[in-house]
Protein backbone atom coordinates (compact mmCIF):
# COMPACT_ATOMS: atom_id res chain seq x y z
CA UNK A 1 0.00 0.00 0.00
CA UNK A 2 1.66 3.13 -0.99
CA UNK A 3 2.57 5.55 1.96
CA UNK A 4 4.59 7.85 0.63
CA UNK A 5 4.35 11.45 -0.59
CA UNK A 6 2.63 10.57 -3.95
CA UNK A 7 0.89 14.13 -5.07
CA UNK A 8 2.53 16.98 -7.00
CA UNK A 9 4.36 19.59 -5.06
CA UNK A 10 5.71 22.77 -5.88
CA UNK A 11 9.14 22.15 -6.88
CA UNK A 12 10.97 23.16 -3.51
CA UNK A 13 9.02 20.85 -1.50
CA UNK A 14 9.06 16.94 -2.51
CA UNK A 15 9.73 13.86 -0.49
CA UNK A 16 10.20 10.48 -0.97
CA UNK A 17 11.39 10.39 -4.60
CA UNK A 18 12.85 13.86 -4.48
CA UNK A 19 13.43 15.55 -1.07
CA UNK A 20 12.72 18.42 0.74
CA UNK A 21 14.49 21.23 2.00
CA UNK A 22 15.71 19.90 4.79
CA UNK A 23 16.56 23.74 7.00
CA UNK A 24 13.25 24.57 6.31
CA UNK A 25 12.28 21.35 7.93
CA UNK A 26 14.95 21.57 11.24
CA UNK A 27 13.05 24.94 11.38
CA UNK A 28 9.73 23.83 11.61
CA UNK A 29 10.83 20.92 14.09
CA UNK A 30 12.33 23.07 16.45
CA UNK A 31 9.27 25.16 16.23
CA UNK A 32 6.67 22.51 16.95
CA UNK A 33 9.39 21.47 19.18
CA UNK A 34 8.85 24.64 21.10
CA UNK A 35 4.49 25.24 20.69
CA UNK A 36 4.35 21.65 22.00
CA UNK A 37 6.64 22.41 24.97
CA UNK A 38 4.73 25.50 25.35
CA UNK A 39 1.91 23.78 27.19
CA UNK A 40 3.82 22.20 29.39
CA UNK A 41 4.11 23.26 33.18
CA UNK A 42 7.86 24.63 33.29
CA UNK A 43 7.98 28.00 30.92
CA UNK A 44 11.53 28.99 32.02
CA UNK A 45 12.64 25.65 31.55
CA UNK A 46 15.80 25.02 29.42
CA UNK A 47 14.48 22.46 27.36
CA UNK A 48 11.84 24.82 26.06
CA UNK A 49 13.46 23.60 22.57
CA UNK A 50 13.46 20.05 23.07
CA UNK A 51 10.69 17.80 22.09
CA UNK A 52 9.35 16.01 25.57
CA UNK A 53 10.81 13.07 24.38
CA UNK A 54 14.50 12.96 22.87
CA UNK A 55 17.12 9.91 22.34
CA UNK A 56 19.28 8.73 20.04
CA UNK A 57 19.55 5.49 18.33
CA UNK A 58 22.18 4.18 16.34
CA UNK A 59 22.49 7.12 13.44
CA UNK A 60 18.43 7.83 14.46
CA UNK A 61 17.41 11.19 16.12
CA UNK A 62 14.10 10.66 17.62
CA UNK A 63 12.19 13.64 18.56
CA UNK A 64 8.47 12.48 19.98
CA UNK A 65 5.62 13.53 22.59
CA UNK A 66 5.61 10.16 23.64
CA UNK A 67 8.47 8.10 24.78
CA UNK A 68 8.50 5.54 22.11
CA UNK A 69 12.19 4.81 22.97
CA UNK A 70 10.32 3.32 26.40
CA UNK A 71 9.47 -0.02 23.55
CA UNK A 72 11.80 -2.39 23.45
CA UNK A 73 10.72 -3.40 20.39
CA UNK A 74 10.96 -0.68 18.61
CA UNK A 75 14.66 0.05 19.69
CA UNK A 76 15.73 -3.81 18.54
CA UNK A 77 14.35 -3.39 15.59
CA UNK A 78 15.32 0.41 14.80
CA UNK A 79 18.99 -0.85 15.95
CA UNK A 80 18.70 -3.76 13.61
CA UNK A 81 17.64 -2.21 10.88
CA UNK A 82 21.21 -1.17 9.36
CA UNK A 83 22.58 -4.16 10.00
CA UNK A 84 19.75 -6.08 7.93
CA UNK A 85 20.16 -3.67 5.20
CA UNK A 86 23.77 -4.38 4.48
CA UNK A 87 23.72 -7.79 5.70
CA UNK A 88 20.84 -8.41 2.73
CA UNK A 89 22.11 -5.95 0.19
CA UNK A 90 26.15 -6.41 1.08
CA UNK A 91 26.51 -2.48 0.62
CA UNK A 92 27.72 -0.28 3.06
CA UNK A 93 25.34 1.89 5.09
CA UNK A 94 26.35 5.10 6.13
CA UNK A 95 25.75 6.35 9.27
CA UNK A 96 24.45 9.92 8.22
CA UNK A 97 21.89 11.36 11.10
CA UNK A 98 18.33 10.37 10.55
CA UNK A 99 15.72 11.96 12.38
CA UNK A 100 12.29 10.37 13.33
CA UNK A 101 9.18 12.99 14.16
CA UNK A 102 6.44 10.80 16.31
CA UNK A 103 3.21 11.89 17.39
CA UNK A 104 1.50 9.87 19.41
CA UNK A 105 -1.49 11.02 17.90
CA UNK A 106 -2.87 11.56 14.39
CA UNK A 107 -4.61 14.66 14.93
CA UNK A 108 -1.45 16.22 16.80
CA UNK A 109 0.66 14.82 13.62
CA UNK A 110 -1.68 15.95 10.85
CA UNK A 111 -1.94 19.54 12.67
CA UNK A 112 2.25 19.88 12.55
CA UNK A 113 2.26 18.55 8.79
CA UNK A 114 -0.12 21.17 7.63
CA UNK A 115 1.29 23.78 9.30
CA UNK A 116 4.43 23.44 8.19
CA UNK A 117 3.75 21.19 4.69
CA UNK A 118 -0.22 22.49 3.67
CA UNK A 119 0.21 20.89 0.18
CA UNK A 120 1.83 17.69 1.08
CA UNK A 121 -1.46 15.53 1.31
CA UNK A 122 -2.02 13.24 4.14
CA UNK A 123 0.10 9.84 4.45
CA UNK A 124 0.60 7.36 7.59
CA UNK A 125 3.91 8.58 7.69
CA UNK A 126 6.76 10.34 5.10
CA UNK A 127 10.15 10.39 4.78
CA UNK A 128 11.58 13.75 3.28
CA UNK A 129 14.94 14.37 2.08
CA UNK A 130 16.29 16.83 0.06
CA UNK A 131 19.75 17.97 1.46
CA UNK A 132 21.54 17.14 4.76
CA UNK A 133 19.92 14.24 7.08
CA UNK A 134 16.47 12.69 6.09
CA UNK A 135 13.80 13.02 8.12
CA UNK A 136 10.43 10.62 8.65
CA UNK A 137 7.45 11.54 9.73
CA UNK A 138 4.77 8.91 11.59
CA UNK A 139 2.28 8.65 14.44
CA UNK A 140 1.23 5.87 17.01
CA UNK A 141 -0.98 3.70 14.66
CA UNK A 142 -1.37 -0.53 14.47
CA UNK A 143 0.79 0.29 11.37
CA UNK A 144 3.53 2.41 13.01
CA UNK A 145 6.49 0.34 13.21
CA UNK A 146 5.97 -1.14 9.74
CA UNK A 147 5.52 2.16 8.58
CA UNK A 148 8.81 3.37 10.15
CA UNK A 149 10.65 0.34 9.09
CA UNK A 150 9.30 1.18 5.35
CA UNK A 151 10.49 5.00 5.89
CA UNK A 152 13.65 4.27 7.49
CA UNK A 153 14.48 2.19 4.98
CA UNK A 154 14.32 4.44 2.20
CA UNK A 155 16.23 6.88 4.85
CA UNK A 156 19.17 4.18 5.02
CA UNK A 157 19.29 3.70 1.65
CA UNK A 158 19.01 7.42 0.52
CA UNK A 159 22.21 8.26 2.46
CA UNK A 160 24.29 5.13 1.61
CA UNK A 161 23.45 5.66 -2.15
CA UNK A 162 23.46 8.51 -4.93
CA UNK A 163 20.57 7.42 -6.58
CA UNK A 164 17.83 4.75 -6.16
CA UNK A 165 15.82 3.77 -9.24
CA UNK A 166 12.18 4.78 -7.94
CA UNK A 167 10.27 1.02 -8.27
CA UNK A 168 13.34 -0.20 -6.98
CA UNK A 169 13.47 1.89 -3.75
CA UNK A 170 10.00 0.76 -3.20
CA UNK A 171 10.43 -2.36 -3.58
CA UNK A 172 12.91 -2.68 -0.76
CA UNK A 173 11.48 -0.12 1.54
CA UNK A 174 8.18 -2.85 1.11
CA UNK A 175 10.62 -5.57 1.29
CA UNK A 176 12.66 -4.40 4.53
CA UNK A 177 9.21 -3.21 6.38
CA UNK A 178 8.52 -6.93 7.26
CA UNK A 179 9.59 -7.81 10.74
CA UNK A 180 13.06 -8.85 11.02
CA UNK A 181 12.43 -12.16 12.88
CA UNK A 182 9.43 -12.84 10.04
CA UNK A 183 9.50 -14.50 7.53
CA UNK A 184 9.71 -12.59 4.33
CA UNK A 185 7.44 -14.96 2.40
CA UNK A 186 4.59 -13.92 4.89
CA UNK A 187 4.47 -10.12 3.35
CA UNK A 188 0.70 -9.10 2.34
CA UNK A 189 2.01 -9.14 -0.72
CA UNK A 190 3.08 -12.73 -1.30
CA UNK A 191 -0.46 -14.07 -1.69
CA UNK A 192 -1.35 -11.74 -4.34
CA UNK A 193 2.07 -12.54 -5.99
CA UNK A 194 1.23 -16.00 -5.77
CA UNK A 195 -2.10 -15.70 -7.10
CA UNK A 196 -0.82 -13.81 -10.13
CA UNK A 197 2.30 -16.17 -10.42
CA UNK A 198 -0.44 -19.12 -11.04
CA UNK A 199 -2.40 -17.34 -13.76
CA UNK A 200 1.19 -17.05 -15.29
CA UNK A 201 1.31 -12.74 -14.75
CA UNK A 202 4.77 -11.72 -14.84
CA UNK A 203 5.35 -8.14 -14.23
CA UNK A 204 8.05 -6.89 -16.04
CA UNK A 205 11.24 -4.62 -15.00
CA UNK A 206 11.11 -2.28 -17.88
CA UNK A 207 7.39 -1.77 -16.98
CA UNK A 208 8.35 -0.61 -13.17
CA UNK A 209 11.18 1.13 -14.58
CA UNK A 210 8.90 3.38 -16.70
CA UNK A 211 6.88 4.68 -13.84
CA UNK A 212 8.26 8.34 -13.53
CA UNK A 213 7.17 9.46 -10.46
CA UNK A 214 5.21 8.73 -6.91
CA UNK A 215 1.47 10.06 -8.47
CA UNK A 216 2.40 6.41 -11.13
CA UNK A 217 2.80 4.19 -8.12
CA UNK A 218 -0.05 2.37 -7.10
CA UNK A 219 -0.98 -0.89 -5.13
CA UNK A 220 0.23 -2.43 -8.23
CA UNK A 221 3.27 -1.51 -8.79
CA UNK A 222 4.23 -1.71 -5.13
CA UNK A 223 3.31 -5.29 -4.85
CA UNK A 224 5.24 -5.88 -8.32
CA UNK A 225 8.18 -4.17 -7.09
CA UNK A 226 8.27 -6.07 -4.00
CA UNK A 227 7.60 -9.65 -5.96
CA UNK A 228 11.22 -8.94 -7.85
CA UNK A 229 13.08 -7.68 -5.01
CA UNK A 230 11.78 -10.93 -3.20
CA UNK A 231 12.60 -12.86 -6.78
CA UNK A 232 15.77 -11.18 -6.87
CA UNK A 233 17.03 -11.73 -3.01
CA UNK A 234 15.67 -15.58 -2.75
CA UNK A 235 15.15 -17.12 -6.06
CA UNK A 236 19.09 -17.84 -6.44
CA UNK A 237 22.33 -16.87 -5.44
CA UNK A 238 22.81 -16.67 -8.97
CA UNK A 239 19.92 -14.43 -9.09
CA UNK A 240 21.04 -12.19 -5.60
CA UNK A 241 24.03 -11.48 -7.67
CA UNK A 242 22.37 -9.55 -10.18
CA UNK A 243 20.95 -7.47 -7.49
CA UNK A 244 23.49 -6.76 -5.21
CA UNK A 245 26.19 -6.26 -8.03
CA UNK A 246 23.74 -3.67 -9.50
CA UNK A 247 23.42 -1.97 -5.92
CA UNK A 248 27.04 -2.12 -5.34
CA UNK A 249 28.05 -0.35 -8.34
CA UNK A 250 25.40 2.42 -8.12
CA UNK A 251 27.36 2.80 -4.28
CA UNK A 252 30.40 3.08 -6.22
CA UNK A 253 29.21 5.94 -8.71
CA UNK A 254 29.69 3.70 -11.35
CA UNK A 255 26.38 3.87 -13.96
CA UNK A 256 24.56 0.24 -13.72
CA UNK A 257 23.07 1.15 -16.83
CA UNK A 258 18.72 -0.74 -16.37
CA UNK A 259 18.48 -3.41 -14.10
CA UNK A 260 16.15 -4.99 -16.29
CA UNK A 261 19.19 -5.31 -19.18
CA UNK A 262 21.25 -7.18 -16.64
CA UNK A 263 18.11 -9.69 -15.54
CA UNK A 264 17.75 -10.40 -19.64
CA UNK A 265 21.70 -10.79 -19.61
CA UNK A 266 22.03 -12.66 -16.93
CA UNK A 267 18.56 -14.73 -16.11
CA UNK A 268 17.58 -15.16 -19.50
CA UNK A 269 15.17 -17.39 -18.40
CA UNK A 270 13.79 -15.00 -15.78
CA UNK A 271 10.05 -15.87 -16.87
CA UNK A 272 9.91 -19.07 -16.01
CA UNK A 273 12.15 -18.97 -13.07
CA UNK A 274 9.95 -15.89 -11.81
CA UNK A 275 7.07 -18.10 -11.88
CA UNK A 276 9.03 -21.24 -10.50
CA UNK A 277 9.57 -19.34 -7.76
CA UNK A 278 6.38 -17.96 -6.28
CA UNK A 279 4.67 -20.94 -7.49
CA UNK A 280 6.84 -23.42 -5.11
ZN1 LIG B 1 8.01 4.17 0.18
Redesign the pocket.
Known amino acids: MP??LNATLPTDLHA?GDRLNTNHLLRATLLIAAALCSRGVDAQSTSADRWPFEAQIGQFAIHSDFNVAANPQFVAQLGSLQADLKKTLQIEIYPEPIHLILFEHQANYQGYMQRYFPTVPFRRALFIKRRGPGMVFAYKSDQMYVDLR??TS?ALLNASLPYVPLWLD?GL?EYFESPPTGNARQHTHQATTRRKAFWRQVPTIESLEAVGDLTAMGATEYQEAWSWVHFLLHESDQSRGVLIRFLQELQAHSPPGQLSRRVATELPDWKERYLAHFQR
Do not use: G, K, P
Open positions: RDDHEHEA
